[in-house]
């Protein structure tokens, strides 16, 4: 089952931060989220396979596994190691995909016209601005092709 540890006040000072740091352009706040989800999918890729590995062959060490390139750990799974791998990144993905989901849904609700008691939205406009253009890059991004670092 999906699960996030998506915390909305949490990511609402993180998002607020990111503005005031990049001066208020939202393709830099969209690259460092996509940068963002690009190397946690990465680390979760890696740490399936060393995981698998560990639990299904006693012969590698945890840090002999950890200094090498995801390429090279994958080159020592076997066909046997297949289901359980996969299992444990499928896990991580949906969770990732469950919290990319949950933020761009905090989005949707931060920018649309009226607060949740129902009078008008209190941000101002630059700020409503820049998150309605970073949900529409996150929505867009969604159909766009990932090249993960570790190509064959």
């Not at 060490?61 to 076997?78: A, G, H, I, M, N």
């Not at 129902?118 to 991004?141: A, C, F, H, V």
Request: proline residues 3%.
């Amino acid at each position: 089952m999906c699960r996030t540890n998506f915390n909305s006040d949490t990511y609402g000072s993180i998002l607020e931060a990111m503005v005031l740091m990049y001066g208020g352009k939202t393709m830099k706040v969209l690259e460092s989220h996509t940068v963002h989800f690009k190397n946690a999918v990465d680390a979760a890729t890696k740490r399936s396979i060393i995981t698998t590995l560990l639990a299904e062959a006693e012969m590698f060490s945890p840090e002999e596994l950890e200094r090498l390139k995801v390429v090279t750990l994958c080159r020592r799974l076997q066909e046997r190691h297949f289901p359980m791998c996969l299992n444990l990144m499928f896990e991580q993905f949906c969770n990732y995909l469950f919290t990319y989901h949950a933020m761009t849904v905090w989005l949707a609700e931060k920018t649309s016209v009226t607060n949740e008691s129902g009078g008008q939205n209190p941000l101002d406009e630059k700020t409503l601005r820049i998150y309605r253009e970073l949900r529409e890059g996150l929505m867009r991004s969604t159909n766009c092709t990932f090249t993960p670092s570790w190509r064959f």
